[in-house]
Each structure stands twice: as C-alpha cells, then as structure tokens.
C-alpha cells in the first residue's frame, strides 16, 4: 500500500534533489528567464 507518509517522503526527496541541482547552476535560472524577459521589455514598449 502507498500511503501518504511515502508520497510526502518523495516529494521532499525530489525537492532537495531540485535544490541541489539549481544551487549547482547558480547562474541557469537568469539565461533561462533572459529571452522572457526581453519579450516582456519589448512588449512594454509598445503600449
């Protein structure tokens, strides 16, 4: 049986492995956010 104790135990296992991940790219997060935010500049823009 799956309980909640095991779902509650995954989802904190996946989170530390996604801290791990983005504290190892510290810089990812901003190139990945770059080409949205040039959009939204431009979009400003034009109002």
Do not use: H
Not at 5 to 15: D, G, S
Not at 25 to 45: C, T, V
């Amino acid at each position: 049986m799956y309980t909640i104790e095991m779902a509650y135990a995954r989802m904190r296992q996946l989170q530390d492995e996604a801290n791990r991940s983005r504290a190892a790219r510290p810089f990812g997060s901003a190139s990945r956010l770059a080409p949205l935010r040039a959009r939204f500049a431009r979009g400003a823009k034009k109002n």
